[in-house]
């Protein structure tokens, strides 16, 4: 039999933010794993530690307990081989350089000549669909699309994980929908895996192939749920199908368990 | 014609006819009053095309000694300027990046920074004597507050999104520093840094008028104590000149280095 090998693996992740009688434990107990060229989601209410997770899983931030592995590599910094979008495009993208100029920026840490990171960046930008797009500075461009310059940069080095803190957020639901679509259309390209942290339960589904679900502070996984939807996927028949329908519903029940706590 | 063209050429009207008019009502006024210490912008005029203006395009239609003196002036102001904004981004770049230093040298600064640097001339010139380096030295202490003060807050009001992106991407530190900080932090700078030239023009002419040693300021004090006025105010006219001269070239870099803040600034009013 041969199984795709482990690309993130999370053992016993637990981290507190602060010491003393102010101290928030963020993350209690959190692991999962992900197979290579799959892709997962994080849900879970507001509140969860599900941007701890994904802050330690890029390095970012190092757990007080708990080891990370990516790549069969442990996280001790920003592991290599990643490309990671933010939830905030305006903020994400440096307003002093054209979209292909940002873009291309991950390259120049790795010493790539001129002419090779434009080559790139362009791919990149075709990829996304704003090929036509490069001279114009992020704030020119629509929130949609800045986020696919966003995407475009995480993608320019061609990593092998790809890391998205609750992307589509902050853009409207028909943008959403488009910027779902566009990428399920990446990863099936390029065989990339994908952990997404969402707080949108049809999102978390429509785009996986395992849910995990997080409780509120201090966050333990409440479920793993697989995903049994085939690709490729749409937005109308992808959102009809039984197990889409089942395993969203198992996810709402989770989550909303978890919010009667809060008033209980 | 652009509306941006065409605005630009309403201003520079406007701005002709509000001086001719309070040109001509001076020369109306002195001419009448005849008051020793205000000349007519004609005798002044006259003035300058008699010492400081010849036809020579090599010299740059000035005559030597007006542009030994001004030469030396610009030289000070500048030369002191950009040790100040060296000097001023170094340490602000340090105060506004870490906690500790920021701490220790808030009382200092605020110290340093309270006397006005005129006072500290004489100072320096107990030290330093009469030569460049004291006007130097004297000039750039004086000017690098406003950079030094205008980059930490850059650094501390810097978005910390860009750093985190910086550090998914592995930069090193030093290219983090030049590609990302440095280019975040420029507008802000560069507000520093063109107050800080006007305070480089001042502290220059008056350090020249205490020190004696040549330049605009020598000039303006050696017309002063022998009643010429009509050259004091000649004096006064060149350096007006000399300051607007120096605040359009910080202007004009700063428009085109920072073309994509003026252009995201108005696209967002």
Known sequence: MNRSPIIVDVRHLSHTYGTGPGKVQAVLDVS????????????????????????????????????????????????????????????????????????????RAKGTSRSEMRRRAMNALDMVGLADMGAKYPWQLSGGMQQRV?????????????????????????????????????????????ITVTHDIDESVYLSDRVVVLSKRPSVVLAELPVELPYPRDQISSKAHPSFLAVRQLVHQHISAEKMKEVS | MSERTRSTWQGLAGAAVLLAFLGGTWQTYAAKADHFFLPTPEQIGARLADEWLTVDVAHLFLTSSALTAIGQTFATAVVAWLIAALLGICLGVLTGSVRLLDEITQAPFLLLRSIPGVALIPIFIAILGLGSDMRIAVVAIGCVWPVLLNTAAGIRQLE???????????????????TVLLPAIMPKVFAGLRVSLAFALV?????????????????AIRYRSTFDVSGLWATLAVLAACGLLLNAVVVLSENSLLK??????????
């Open chain 2, 160 to 178: 910390p999104l860009y750093l985190d992106v910086s550090r998914v991407m592995r930069q090193g530190h030093a290219a983090r520093i030049l």
């Open chain 1, 150 to 194: 966003a995407i475009a940069r995480a993608l320019v080095t061609e990593p092998s994980l790809l890391v998205m803190d609750e992307p589509f957020a902050s853009v409207d639901a028909q943008t959403r929908a488009e910027l779902e679509d566009l990428t399920l259309r990446i990863k099936q390209d390029t065989r990339m895996s994908m």
């Open chain 2, 203 to 219: 502290m220059t002419v008056a350090t020249e008028m205490l020190a004696g040693s040549g330049g605009l300021g020598a000039l």
């Open chain 1, 32 to 107: 999962f794993a992900l197979e290579s060229g799959k892709s997962l989601a994080i849900v879970g209410p507001s509140g969860a530690g599900k941007t701890t997770v994904l802050r330690c899983l890029t390095g970012l931030l190092r757990p007080q307990e708990g080891e990370l592995f990516v790549a069969g590599e442990r996280v001790t910094g920003v592991p290599e081989g990643i490309g990671v979008v933010f939830q905030d495009y305006s903020r994400s993208l440096y307003p002093w350089l054209s979209s292909v100029r940002n873009v291309g920026f991950p390259l």
């Open chain 2, 260 to 269: 994509w803040h003026k252009k995201w600034r108005s696209a967002s009013e």
